[in-house]
């Protein structure tokens, strides 16, 4: 029973609810910034794809956009994802009575 995974919660800041509260938060950041990136490499995929296959200059003019719009939205996410990761780490190394007293208001 020593090896269960919530061993670690007995003696620890936080009680177990907040842990888990923080690890779904953790992963909604993830997800995030997957999509993000998956946003992004499918705006330069498309871009990159309108300049092969059109002849048209319009449409080459839209593929050049798409590039550096889909490198902004990588970019994007991953500068948000690091500000939020660094805000989670924060919260998780707080001691229990300003948890206590900043989700109260006061």
């Known amino acids: 029973m020593a090896d269960s ?3 670690k919660f007995d003696d620890s800041k936080l009680i ?7 690890d779904r938060t953790v ?7 997957l999509a993000y990136l998956r946003s992004g490499v499918a ?4 871009g990159v794809s309108i300049m092969h296959f059109s002849n048209e200059g319009w449409f080459w003019a839209v593929g050049v956009a ?4 889909g490198m902004v939205a990588g970019i994007v996410g991953v500068i948000k994802y690091r500000r939020r990761n660094r805000a989670i ?6 001691p229990p009575s300003e948890l206590l007293r900043s989700s109260r208001g006061a």
């Open 66 to 69: 798409c590039i550096p719009v």
């Open 5 to 7: 995974p919530y061993t």
């Open 43 to 46: 705006l330069v995929i498309a």
């Open 89 to 94: 780490s924060a919260v998780r190394k707080k």
């Open 27 to 33: 992963l909604a950041n993830e997800r995030t910034l």
């Open 16 to 22: 177990l609810r907040d842990e888990l509260a923080i």
